[in-house]
């Protein structure tokens, strides 16, 4: 292969692999570099300026917040998105009987923000927010 050709192939895999990275692309959960971190922050109902203590972890592919463990919601996988400096997650919590909680959140630096849907059977929706630090 001449180095011309060489060249324009190198340019080609490094744009598309750029606009791959650039586009907030989904990658795996423990691959996003989330994985095995912990947020301490406040868990509270949309409307209230106050929430309960709550730890998010983010531990070999799967979310748990301590707050809603005791709900029922255990561990749940999350997915995550990288683009344009921000990292964003989702996962839904299964509870059984108690229904599910949506999560979505985004990372920026040391802080984690997320909306919370709370589904349960024959009850209207309730939401949350969450907002935290980077445990150190």
């Known amino acids: 292969m001449n180095n011309n050709l060489k060249w324009v192939m190198m340019s ?14 989904p ?13 301490a922050g406040e868990l ?19 979310f748990v917040s301590t707050a809603c ?7 749940a996988p999350y ?3 990288t683009g344009e400096g921000n990292t964003t997650f989702e996962a839904s919590a299964d509870g ?3 229904g599910t909680m949506k999560w979505k959140g985004a990372i920026k630096g040391d ?8 589904s349960k059977p024959g009850q209207p929706e309730q939401e949350f927010w ?7």
């Open 27 to 39: 990658v795996s959960a423990q691959m996003s570099g989330l994985d095995g971190k912990v947020f």
């Open 12 to 25: 080609f895999v490094s744009i598309w692999a750029l606009t791959f990275l650039w586009s907030g692309t």
């Open 44 to 62: 509270g109902k949309k409307g209230e300026k106050t929430g309960d203590k709550d730890d998010l972890i983010f531990k070999d592919g799967k």
């Open 96 to 98: 059984g009987k108690d």
């Open 130 to 136: 969450y907002r935290g630090k980077m445990k150190k």
């Open 79 to 81: 997915s995550v998105a």
């Open 111 to 118: 802080s984690l923000t997320a909306t919370v849907v709370w």
């Open 69 to 75: 463990e005791k709900y029922g919601f255990g561990a």
